[in-house]
């Protein structure tokens, strides 16, 4: 069993090296090596649960003395949280982050709990981790290159890489503590510690616009942490027991409801969603990890670990209400977009809806949905977002408009962000499977409304990826070339991650049977087949012709004639096919623009309304919890 505490152990102690090393050479060492010997761990730990049967672990029973060290960090947490607060004037964040630490104190000190055991190790638990380890090792490596580049392309901003770099492993290791954790104390510490590393992580260019963002996560999420606290006093005082499966089969639905109102804040659904947005300022390593395999998958973690007792009561029927009308406005509001890395933002909330929403719903069906859409979507987001981030750091912009025939211009990156984009919207890849899994799902229940989301989500899901994509493939390219200024350990990370997406899809039906199914039976006890292996076989020969796509455009881009024909652009070209003399003699410059519908989907329309309502749902929900426990 030594391999869980290593799990955890190995991301934190290689933190401590990168922090203490100033040589980035001798740091980008110590990464490799340190994401090696997580992935070998986690697979490790996958083997030996395996070999043994496959049945859920229920371990350590006695932790005294970790017990009390978690108490030691959980109140430096709080200090360093007052002090931050006070230092930069927002002083009512402290009240957020002493009045949860007091309160999860008091109920390990004053409330007598039955000893019971703080680790679980399940099929749920190991794919988080083998997202975790994987997805989040790779972004690891991607940043030892991407953080020379940004500091060269920044050069306003101070050179912290050493404590960025350590943030990043600081996070992983609480992550993998985070999903082991069947006791809601120690999850909750480790939810904690999320919350406070991904505040370092926001503000590390320390500009006034990067520390308000921070804080604005910081009290989103710590507000979740509250409704994370009082749902542990709740259980202590009402069973003398934390454990997270005595919540599932105990059905008391403030609990339930509390613990749903953290993992909604932490999946940055609404009206809790701008904090998720404001999370774009940091360096692009942060938000691939932050958006990807940990930060909000944590919350969807926790909705998907509760999903059992959501079916058919309150809570289940608002966390499958807000995760469904997340998707459909963020999907519109994405629309609107031409910052790259704002478009997967709003992309991402929207997945996370779509998630937070089959979770809601709770029944074997959607919860399968959801665990597919959550492994293609870590993939292909994290892909995503690190080709975008090399994107800009070669052509100096993360505008879509910017990215016009990408494919001819920088096409390792065009086909990179190509494979994650079809990823995410096209057949047949899981992200798409899943969603027509999710939307039989809503039909069989009859639940119109969740049924009017998917669909209509979908369709503006489609209306924004194909934009994008339209421009990557566009055959235009300028006479001044592009520096592609991609490191080999980008690359490395970026091309990893799209065999692995390819894979996936060829793997389905395996995937479907080894690793989902399980999943589910373990949640409700039972399973079934959510599609035939007919079905199946049939996808995995769609992928197959789905690759002759990619591989056609490579063979017309080595096929493409050198001397590009001058674009027509109604005058005459000057030569450098971006400008033309008009009939008036003057020179013009050729700018071609997709639509956005600001007005109609901008994010000053939609947000506000969107918030409004979803916080009037809560607030109505949270007042009949409390007046059904009051009565």
């Given at each position: 069993m030594y391999l869980i505490p290593a799990l955890t152990l190995i991301p934190f102690i290689g933190a401590i090296l990168i922090f203490l090393d100033s040589n980035s050479k001798r740091r980008g060492y110590v990464i490799y090596g340190t994401v090696a010997l997580m992935m070998l761990c986690c697979f490790l730990l996958v083997g030996q649960w395996i070999l043994q049967g496959a049945k859920p672990w229920h371990l350590y029973p006695q932790t005294g003395f970790i017990d009390l060290l978690m108490q030691v960090i959980e109140v430096f947490l709080m200090i360093f949280i007052v002090y931050k607060s006070f230092k930069h004037k927002k002083r009512w964040i402290s009240l957020l982050a002493i009045s949860q630490t007091v309160l999860t104190l008091w109920v390990e000190h004053s409330i007598p709990l039955v000893e019971s055991t703080h680790t679980t190790v399940d099929s749920l638990a190991l794919l988080m981790?083998?997202?975790?380890?994987v997805v989040g090792g790779l972004i690891g490596v991607y940043?030892?290159?991407?953080?020379?580049?940004?500091?060269?392309?920044?050069?306003?901003?101070?050179?912290?890489?050493?404590?960025?770099?350590?943030?990043?492993?600081?996070?992983?290791?609480?992550?993998?503590g985070l999903v082991l954790s069947s006791n809601l104390i120690w999850m909750y510490f480790f939810w904690e510690v999320t919350s406070v590393i991904s505040f370092l992580l926001i503000g590390y260019t320390q500009t006034d616009e990067a520390i308000d963002n921070s804080f604005k996560a910081l009290w989103m999420n710590l507000l979740g942490g509250i409704g994370f606290a009082v749902a542990i006093w709740l259980c202590a005082m009402q069973n003398h027991s934390v454990q997270m499966q005595d919540i599932v089969s105990g059905g008391n639905t403030m609990i339930i409801g509390m613990l749903c109102l953290a993992g909604l804040t932490k999946s940055a659904q609404?009206?809790?969603?701008?904090?998720?947005?404001?999370?774009?300022?940091?360096?692009?390593?942060?938000?691939?990890?932050?958006?990807?395999?940990?930060?909000?998958?944590?919350?969807?973690?926790?909705?998907?670990?509760?999903?059992?007792?959501?079916?058919?009561?309150?809570?289940?029927?608002?966390?499958?209400?807000?995760?469904?009308?997340?998707?459909?406005?963020?999907?519109?509001?994405?629309?609107a977009q031409n910052d790259a890395k704002k478009v997967l933002a709003f992309s991402t909330i929207s997945n996370l809806g779509l998630i937070v929403a089959c979770a809601g719903i709770g029944v074997e069906q959607t919860v399968w949905a959801a665990i597919f859409l959550m492994i293609f979507h870590s993939v292909s987001k994290s892909m995503l977002f690190e080709s975008v981030?090399?994107?800009?750091?070669?052509?100096?912009s993360r505008d879509i408009e910017h990215m016009h025939g990408l494919i001819l211009r920088l096409p390792k990156l065009a086909y990179i962000m190509g494979i994650g984009i079809a990823g995410m919207y096209l057949a047949p890849f899981g992200m798409l499977i899943s969603k027509w899994v999710a939307l039989k799902a809503f039909v069989d229940s009859g639940n119109v409304l969740l049924v009017i989301f998917i669909a209509f989500g979908s369709a503006s899901t489609m209306f924004y990826?194909?934009?994008?994509?339209?421009?990557?493939?566009?055959?235009?390219?300028?006479?001044?070339?592009?520096?592609?200024?991609?490191?080999?350990?980008?690359?490395?990370?970026?091309?990893v991650l799209g065999v692995i997406m390819i894979l996936l899809c060829l793997l389905f039906p395996l995937l479907a049977g080894f690793v989902v199914n399980?999943?589910?039976?373990?949640?409700?006890?039972?399973?079934?087949?959510?599609?035939?292996?007919?079905?199946?076989?049939?996808?995995?020969?769609?992928?197959c012709s789905v690759l002759l796509v990619p591989s056609m455009m490579f063979l017309i881009t080595r096929m493409a004639p050198r001397d590009y024909v001058p674009t027509y652009m109604n005058g005459v070209n000057v030569g450098d096919n971006?400008?033309?003399?008009?009939?008036?003699?003057e020179s013009k410059k050729l700018y071609l623009s997709n639509w956005y519908l600001r007005f109609e989907f901008g994010r000053r329309r939609l947000l506000r309304p969107s918030q409004i309502v979803a916080a009037s749902v809560l607030i109505v929900t949270f007042a009949i919890l409390l007046g059904g426990a009051i009565g």
């Amino acid at each position: 069993m030594y391999l869980i505490p290593a799990l955890t152990l190995i991301p934190f102690i290689g933190a401590i090296l990168i922090f203490l090393d100033s040589n980035s050479k001798r740091r980008g060492y110590v990464i490799y090596g340190t994401v090696a010997l997580m992935m070998l761990c986690c697979f490790l730990l996958v083997g030996q649960w395996i070999l043994q049967g496959a049945k859920p672990w229920h371990l350590y029973p006695q932790t005294g003395f970790i017990d009390l060290l978690m108490q030691v960090i959980e109140v430096f947490l709080m200090i360093f949280i007052v002090y931050k607060s006070f230092k930069h004037k927002k002083r009512w964040i402290s009240l957020l982050a002493i009045s949860q630490t007091v309160l999860t104190l008091w109920v390990e000190h004053s409330i007598p709990l039955v000893e019971s055991t703080h680790t679980t190790v399940d099929s749920l638990a190991l794919l988080m981790c083998i997202l975790c380890s994987v997805v989040g090792g790779l972004i690891g490596v991607y940043s030892v290159g991407y953080m020379k580049s940004y500091h060269e392309n920044h050069r306003g901003i101070i050179d912290r890489s050493n404590t960025f770099l350590a943030l990043l492993f600081v996070f992983m290791a609480a992550m993998f503590g985070l999903v082991l954790s069947s006791n809601l104390i120690w999850m909750y510490f480790f939810w904690e510690v999320t919350s406070v590393i991904s505040f370092l992580l926001i503000g590390y260019t320390q500009t006034d616009e990067a520390i308000d963002n921070s804080f604005k996560a910081l009290w989103m999420n710590l507000l979740g942490g509250i409704g994370f606290a009082v749902a542990i006093w709740l259980c202590a005082m009402q069973n003398h027991s934390v454990q997270m499966q005595d919540i599932v089969s105990g059905g008391n639905t403030m609990i339930i409801g509390m613990l749903c109102l953290a993992g909604l804040t932490k999946s940055a659904q609404l009206p809790f969603s701008t904090w998720l947005f404001g999370a774009m300022v940091a360096p692009t390593p942060s938000s691939a990890l932050l958006h990807s395999a940990t930060m909000v998958k944590a919350g969807v973690y926790l909705l998907i670990r509760l999903a059992p007792a959501l079916y058919g009561n309150l809570c289940g029927m608002v966390v499958a209400f807000i995760g469904g009308f997340t998707f459909i406005t963020t999907s519109m509001m994405a629309i609107a977009q031409n910052d790259a890395k704002k478009v997967l933002a709003f992309s991402t909330i929207s997945n996370l809806g779509l998630i937070v929403a089959c979770a809601g719903i709770g029944v074997e069906q959607t919860v399968w949905a959801a665990i597919f859409l959550m492994i293609f979507h870590s993939v292909s987001k994290s892909m995503l977002f690190e080709s975008v981030g090399a994107t800009e750091n070669s052509i100096g912009s993360r505008d879509i408009e910017h990215m016009h025939g990408l494919i001819l211009r920088l096409p390792k990156l065009a086909y990179i962000m190509g494979i994650g984009i079809a990823g995410m919207y096209l057949a047949p890849f899981g992200m798409l499977i899943s969603k027509w899994v999710a939307l039989k799902a809503f039909v069989d229940s009859g639940n119109v409304l969740l049924v009017i989301f998917i669909a209509f989500g979908s369709a503006s899901t489609m209306f924004y990826w194909t934009k994008w994509l339209g421009k990557l493939i566009a055959m235009h390219k300028p006479n001044t070339p592009d520096h592609d200024a991609t490191r080999k350990d980008e690359y490395f990370s970026m091309g990893v991650l799209g065999v692995i997406m390819i894979l996936l899809c060829l793997l389905f039906p395996l995937l479907a049977g080894f690793v989902v199914n399980p999943i589910v039976l373990s949640l409700f006890g039972a399973t079934q087949d959510v599609l035939s292996m007919s079905e199946l076989t049939t996808m995995v020969i769609m992928v197959c012709s789905v690759l002759l796509v990619p591989s056609m455009m490579f063979l017309i881009t080595r096929m493409a004639p050198r001397d590009y024909v001058p674009t027509y652009m109604n005058g005459v070209n000057v030569g450098d096919n971006s400008h033309f003399i008009d009939s008036m003699g003057e020179s013009k410059k050729l700018y071609l623009s997709n639509w956005y519908l600001r007005f109609e989907f901008g994010r000053r329309r939609l947000l506000r309304p969107s918030q409004i309502v979803a916080a009037s749902v809560l607030i109505v929900t949270f007042a009949i919890l409390l007046g059904g426990a009051i009565g």
